[in-house]
């Protein structure tokens, strides 16, 4: 046991295992508590339906905040990029190709603003991605005139329909399917891309990052413009699910997947992350409501037990921190 | 006569109004240690940062190997065979030493994924053959976050002999060393001698400069306003001047 504790690869996955081990807390109490709900399909059914959403923008979000950054923008880079698809949807009879390239330029392009307002106008990312928050939104009221878009005579029983929402084996959501397909994929880019790579550098320590030849620039630009795309990406997922598009949308994602980053041990203060904890994250995060209510209690706890998780996990991240400094 | 390795030519640089360097003129020859001297705010820094790439000149040319040219980013800088040891110790304490010294140009594949397995077979050799670190305690695993300073320079030396470079830029090598690791730095700029390489470097402590380098160039607000070989001068002489620098703002000329 000692030796195990002692192996090279705990001492170098201790945030991982940390965050693995309150998932399977947590869905033991689920378990133990809601038996009658948590023994059966349905619920994971649900969870597979809804994580995704947020999941793949935490994914993706991992990246920033791994530079220390951070982007408060995206719910409304969802916004503004899902009311484009919609339109494009409904005013070329469905062409989703057109639509969803458009789209997700648009979520670069937002991207890239945020981008360049951080790296070359110098504000701090967490003002101006207020702005661009806000400015994204108002556009998209401006444009929608407060009204919804239907897309479900032009996505619905579609092939793009069938692999962006519809169940595997009439089982599985394929967004889920789509979910693992990327956090593998990113969590690869992440550790073993020298993207990712520069991503740890920069946001370890800029000046240093500098002075070996990465460009500081290019990285955080990326990063945001990644983001952007992923943001858009999981706006067509909704979309989809939804057949909808209403002006809000997008609005309720800010705390959830900025919260999944945190509770899966990516560290604020830049440098150090893991895709792995943030998906574990999106597990636990994604989960509480549904848990919270399954077990009982009112739903006037979710929100309490949500604050709890986060503080917690962050005050043990903190601690496991500063006894390695 | 000594083979030419850089030349600067004219140099000026403003940060804003500030005129950082005024007409700097220096040329450091193959096999050849430069010490570059002056008190803080004579712009040692910045002439530094111009030779690595971090600053462009606003004027000036700059000759390498005998041909001119235009240094525009760090990249450029090392694959030319300058390789810098920072005052900042240019390292990230929270990531691993394999990772640290191919940062910048790390091993891929054409897509641009690392070749993990490479880079510590690598950083293998650079720990065990260019640093002579012994220390278990220390793999190539390792976060920066646990070494000395003396252990982080030597992971920046080792980096700049395992690339090769022809010309190793150093920035307060000695700064917040302990004596032991102060000896090792020195005795590792004096023997780049041996391999014809040459160095420049800066250090505020004039008994360190004077015993490891050839040469002594003299910055004073950003111009150079003296130059001696060791033969010339005995340390003595070169503190005197310093201090004469310090109080009256110039060098008296020998004549």
């Not at chain 2, 000759?63 to 900042?88: D, H, L, N, P, T």
């Amino acid at each position: 046991m000692n030796n195990l504790l002692n192996s090279y690869f705990v001492k170098t996955h201790k945030l991982e295992i940390s965050i693995t081990i309150i998932a399977v807390v947590l869905f033991l109490i689920y378990f133990l508590g809601a038996p009658h709900v948590f023994t059966r399909f349905p619920i994971y059914r649900a969870f597979m339906q809804s994580m995704p959403f947020f999941g793949i923008i935490a994914i993706s979000a991992t990246f920033v905040v791994t530079l220390g950054e951070i982007d408060l923008s995206f719910p409304s880079i969802v916004g503004i990029t899902s009311l484009i698809f919609g339109i494009i949807m409904t005013s070329t009879d469905g062409n989703f190709f057109i639509a969803f390239i458009l789209a997700t330029s648009l979520g670069m392009f937002a991207g890239l603003v945020n981008g360049l307002l951080v790296t070359k106008i110098g504000i701090p990312s967490i003002v101006a991605t207020i702005g661009t928050l806000f400015f994204w939104r108002g556009l998209v009221n401006v444009i929608s005139q407060g009204s919804g878009i239907a897309i479900v005579d032009v996505a619905d029983g579609t092939w793009h329909h069938m692999i962006f929402v519809e169940k595997l084996f009439g089982k599985i959501p394929m967004q889920f399917i789509w979910f693992i397909v990327l956090t593998g994929l990113m969590q690869w880019v992440y550790r073993y891309h020298k993207f990712g790579n520069h991503i740890h550098f920069v946001g370890d320590n800029k000046a240093s990052a500098q002075m070996m030849g990465i460009n500081v620039d290019n990285v955080k630009i990326i990063a945001f413009v990644q983001l952007g795309f992923f943001s858009a990406l999981a706006g067509i997922f909704t979309m989809y699910e939804m057949l909808y598009f209403w002006p809000t949308q997008g609005e309720g994602l800010m705390l959830t997947t900025l919260a999944a980053v945190f509770v899966g041990g990516t560290s604020v203060f830049g440098g150090k992350g893991t895709i792995f904890g943030t998906f574990i994250g999106v597990l636990i995060i994604g989960s509480l409501e549904s848990g919270i209510v399954a077990l009982g209690l009112s739903g006037f706890y979710v929100k309490f037990i949500n604050g709890l998780m986060i503080t917690v996990a962050v005050t043990v991240y903190a601690l496991i921190q500063r006894r390695k400094n | 006569m000594a083979e030419e390795l850089l030349k600067l030519q004219n140099i000026y640089k403003n940060f804003g109004n500030v005129k950082v360097l005024k007409d700097v003129n220096i040329k450091i020859n193959k096999g050849e240690v430069v010490a570059l001297i002056g008190d803080n705010g004579a712009g040692k820094s910045t002439l530094i940062k111009v030779i690595t790439g971090v600053h462009s000149p606003n004027s000036g040319k700059v000759f390498f190997k005998e041909k001119e040219v235009q240094i525009k980013s760090v990249a450029q800088s090392r694959k030319m065979g300058i390789e810098a040891v920072y005052q900042e110790r240019a390292l990230c304490d929270q990531q691993e030493l394999y990772r640290n010294i191919f940062a910048g140009r790390e091993i891929t594949n054409s897509l641009g994924f690392l070749d993990i397995k490479k880079q510590r077979k690598e950083a293998e050799k650079i720990l065990r053959d260019y640093i002579g670190f012994t220390s278990k305690a220390i793999t190539v695993d390792s976060q920066v976050m646990g070494l000395s300073g003396g252990e982080k320079q030597g992971v920046a030396f080792g980096r700049s002999l395992y690339f090769n470079s022809d010309l190793i830029v150093l920035d307060e090598p000695t700064m917040g060393l302990s004596i032991q690791e102060t000896e090792k730095v020195l005795n590792f700029v004096k023997g780049l001698k041996n391999e014809n390489k040459s160095a420049i470097f800066i250090d505020h402590n004039i008994i360190h400069v004077y015993g490891a380098a050839d040469r002594f160039i003299i910055l004073d607000r950003g111009e150079v306003v003296g130059e001696f070989n060791k033969e010339d001068i005995s340390r003595e002489e070169l503190v005197q001047k310093m201090i004469q620098l310090h109080e009256s703002g110039k060098i008296k000329v020998e004549d």
